[in-house]
């Protein structure tokens, strides 16, 4: 069993939909949690980072994490066509190692 | 700020050959990160060296080897390439190592 488990996707939405994109874990040790969006032939980008349980917004996206279910989330509000893209949840202990899921794509449709 | 920079972008190299990837981070970063992504395995860590010294690995053969620079630039080496290596190799720096992690463009290397 991986560590992370990502939701696989794809999913495909409507411009000004609300998305979901969710992550479950198995490592206790995991502190750290991050959000990557990555274009096609592009690297990955850091969109969201916390450290705690609860939720932290940063305009049309809300990062949520529950440690006590080892669930997180990424909400995206009012989505856009350029929000289209491959999403990447990672996770990290102090111990300074990033662990990724395998990441969901994607489509926001016109 | 300049960001992470990767060369080279793409790389043919056919198989039992070795490879040198370079990556150059963000001035002022002292970790970098090694990983390499596919279709099937998504993202996987190979490893991170912070202040030249290798502090995290991933579950990888041998053939995969890194070093870091006093200037905290990073050189990765595969040797005796496989097929299986055909992938895209991307390198991640950061303040910390494991936080706020930034990626480069990557380096597409192909095994034929």
């Known amino acids: 069993q991986k560590e992370v488990e990502q939701d696989p996707g794809p999913l495909s939405v409507p411009e000004g939909a609300i998305v979901s994109l969710n992550c479950t874990y198995s490592?206790?040790?995991?502190?750290?949690f991050m959000w990557y969006r990555q274009y096609s032939r592009k690297g990955p980008e850091l969109l969201m980072y916390?450290?705690?349980?609860g939720n932290k917004e940063d305009g049309r996206f809300t990062a949520q994490v529950d440690k006590s279910s080892k669930y997180i989330s990424l909400f995206i509000r009012d989505s856009q066509p350029s929000d289209s893209a491959t999403y990447l949840c990672a996770m990290a202990t102090n111990a300074g190692k990033s662990t990724f899921g395998d990441g969901t794509t994607l489509t926001v449709k016109p | 700020k300049a960001g992470v920079t990767q060369t080279p972008r793409y790389l043919i190299k056919t198989r039992g050959q070795q490879v040198t990837l370079s990556c150059s981070p963000i001035?002022?970063?002292?970790?970098v990160s090694w990983y390499q992504q596919t279709p099937g395995q998504g993202l996987q860590f190979l490893f991170e060296y912070f202040s030249e010294t290798q502090r995290n690995k991933g579950n990888f053969p041998g053939r995969f080897s890194g070093r870091q620079f006093s200037n905290s630039r990073s050189e990765m080496n595969v040797s005796t390439l496989e097929l299986g290596d055909s992938a895209l190799y991307l390198c991640?720096?950061?303040?910390?190592?494991?936080?706020?992690?930034?990626f480069g463009q990557g380096t597409r290397l192909t095994v034929v």
């Open positions: 991640a720096s950061s303040n910390t190592g494991y936080t706020e992690a930034f």
């Open positions: 916390t450290y705690s349980s």
């Open positions: 490592n206790s040790a995991f502190q750290y």
């Open positions: 001035s002022g970063h002292r970790s």
